[in-house]
């Protein structure tokens, strides 16, 4: 089983920055793809920001050139760095690891944190 545990969300003023972690434990085998999601209330689950296991990054439009996601492989580690916020990326904030085990993929999800931007 895997398990993955969020960290880094919070409180901050329009124009800060925040710094998401998503920690991952268990049998961790060939990582495909992993993921950044958000969800505002009253709103469909969006992409933010993706990482293929070759190391190309994906972002959704509205948060290019603000944030970016890396990864420790050491650590297992997944972060997305989140500058210049704004009001409008306030959302509950998700990762995702799609595993690779032979031809099954299987997607692991993060609890969720809050990010919240105030004007």
Do not use: H
């Not at 998401?20 to 209330?41: D, E, H, K, T």
């Not at 306030?90 to 031809?103: D, E, H, N, Q």
């Amino acid at each position: 089983q895997v398990q993955l545990v969020e960290s880094g969300g919070g409180l901050v003023q329009a124009g800060g920055s925040l710094r998401l972690s998503c920690a991952a434990s268990g049998s961790i085998f060939s990582i495909n793809v992993m993921g950044w999601y958000r969800q505002a209330p009253g709103k469909q689950r969006e992409l933010v920001a993706a990482l293929a296991s070759g190391g190309s990054a994906n972002y959704l439009d509205s948060v290019k050139d603000r944030f970016t996601i890396s990864r420790d492989n050491a650590k297992n580690t997944m972060y997305l760095q989140m500058n210049s916020l704004k009001p409008e990326d306030t959302a509950v904030y998700y990762c995702k690891f799609r595993l690779m085990r032979g031809v099954v993929l299987t997607d692991y999800w993060g609890q969720g944190t809050q990010v919240t931007v105030s004007s």
